[in-house]
């Protein structure tokens, strides 16, 4: 019996600069923001500020994540630590979910006991962070389709694009209606908005989490494209799961008895990375059926 164990990569895009300017462009965002919130008594102005921060801190664990996923394997660490970006993503999601706690707060409070807005001052100061928010977004529009926590990096800023908008909105209203009242209702539309968001984002990180398939690739499709391959009479024994937001893995044993063992894993290698982004593959051949006493195979 063969057994192969193969990698390819491919030249990963470079987000530092990305990172690095929009951390800074945020945090100094969210000082202002808190600044004016206060003064203006706007509690739609400090919850943008509240979910903001949030996401300063989701966009350097993200950034930490990204770069410790390039160090190499060491120790007890034999697949390094590619399985933080996974974590990180999950951690970035409940630190949106403990800012929406807080939003929420605040509001049923200014609902209970309505106090006068600043409106205009509302709306200058969100106005700056739908500039800022969006000029934030487009750096992560690219590689957001390829990597979880690039993803979550790009939607926390669209979101926040899109609520510093709604603020702007809200501070517009009062301003020409007097109505106190919509600054507190535009907090909660803004914590609809943060959820909308995040589930999903959520949602799959926990997937990841527990080594489940990524929801990019269909189980059945792989296992068909792989007994498709000449000389495989048959697949046992599969798993595919993420290694880290951007690189998955799959581990089976192949029945293929006269088959060239070199060639049939760089075909079945080639093809995984290309439909796939299957780029780690543990592959075992066997000549007959030996299915090993695996419980959870």
């Known amino acids: ?6 990698h390819t990569h491919s030249h990963k895009p470079n987000y530092n600069k990305a990172f690095s300017i929009g951390i800074s462009l945020n945090i100094l965002f969210v ?5 004016y919130g206060l003064i203006a008594n706007s509690s739609a102005l400090l919850a943008d500020a509240g979910h903001n921060a949030s996401d300063v801190l989701s966009l ?11 160090k190499k394997p060491k120790g007890r660490f034999t697949y390094g630590f590619k399985k933080t970006t996974i974590l990180i993503s999950v951690l ?22 309505p106090e006068p807005v600043a409106g205009t001052q509302v709306m200058i100061v969100a106005g700056i962070g739908v500039f800022i ?29 899109g609520v510093s908008l709604g603020v702007v909105i809200s501070g517009l209203l009062i301003v020409k209606t007097g109505l106190n009242w919509i600054d507190p209702i535009m907090s909660f539309i803004i914590i609809l908005v943060i959820m909308w968001s995040t589930w999903k984002l ?17 189980l059945d ?20 799961w993420a ?10 044993h192949l029945i293929a008895p006269n088959t060239n063992p070199d060639q049939l894993l760089k075909d079945i290698q080639d093809i995984l990375s290309k439909k796939y982004n299957i780029n780690h593959l543990t592959l075992q051949i066997e000549k007959e059926d030996i299915q090993l006493n695996c419980k959870e195979c």
């Open 1 to 6: 019996m063969a057994h192969n164990h193969s």
């Open 60 to 70: 350097i664990f993200a950034w930490f994540a990204i770069w410790l996923a390039t």
């Open 92 to 113: 970035n999601a409940f630190l949106l979910f403990g800012a929406v706690i807080a939003i929420a707060w605040s509001a049923i409070g200014k609902l209970n006991n």
């Open 202 to 218: 959520f949602i799959e990180s926990i997937r990841l989490a527990l080594d489940a398939v990524p929801k990019n690739i269909e």
């Open 31 to 35: 000082l202002v923001e808190v600044f």
């Open 133 to 161: 928010n969006t000029i934030t977004a487009l750096m992560f529009l690219k590689g957001q389709k390829d990597d979880l926590n690039i993803k979550g990096a790009f939607l926390h800023m669209a979101a926040d694009a």
């Open 243 to 252: 290694m880290s937001t951007t690189e998955n893995a799959l581990s089976a």
């Open 221 to 240: 499709e792989v296992k068909s494209t792989i007994l498709n391959q000449n000389g495989v009479e048959g697949l046992h024994d599969i798993h595919i």
